[in-house]
């Protein structure tokens, strides 16, 4: 599907979006912490508002080839904003085992039905990357990742 689009104006309009999304859950956490995310969104806000000014001032309209699928689409933003909240119920781990497994199995399921042999090969896949991560925050970042169910 081809569209005539506004890019600035849609982008801009996407980033306030994100921003404002992300604002309201900020009230858990600490001082210190929310330093580095406020400044983060703070200038999402400002790059966001000059693309929407500059959409008025000098448009640019360009065409954009939407290819995919957008149930596909909609459903990975739904699993990911789904997961976003997950991780305080379940914890970081768990959570995300279960999204990593599950967005990987949905989209291969695009090529064909997916054999228990090709699932069984995915698990160690899929815990080195979730361990990558987590020991990436943990021990480099020295971020505290919610445990969840196991605290």
């Known amino acids: 599907m081809t569209l005539r689009l506004n890019t ?5 309009l996407f980033g306030l979006l994100f921003a404002a999304i992300l604002w309201f859950p900020r ?12 400044a ?12 929407i000014v500059k959409a008025f001032t000098k448009p640019a309209a360009r065409e954009v080839t939407i290819e995919g699928n957008p149930r596909r689409l909609l459903m990975m933003i739904a699993v990911l904003f789904a997961w976003w ?7 970081f781990l768990l959570a995300t085992a ?3 497994f599950g967005l990987t199995w949905y989209l291969a399921n695009v090529e064909g039905a997916v054999s228990g042999r090709r699932l069984v090969q995915w698990v160690p896949i899929v815990a080195v990357l979730i361990g990558v991560f987590y020991l990436a925050f943990t021990e480099v970042l ?4 919610p445990t969840g169910i196991w605290s």
């Not at 009230?27 to 406020?38: A, N, Q, T, V, Y």
Request: net charge neutral; charged share 15%.
């Open 8 to 12: 600035d104006f849609a982008a801009g």
């Open 27 to 38: 009230e858990s956490m600490g001082r210190l912490s929310i330093i580095f995310p406020r």
């Open 40 to 51: 983060i969104l703070v200038i999402t806000v400002a790059l966001s508002l000059a693309l």
């Open 85 to 91: 909240y997950a991780i305080d119920l379940l914890g």
């Open 98 to 100: 279960i999204v990593f």
């Open 142 to 145: 020295s971020v505290r990742l």
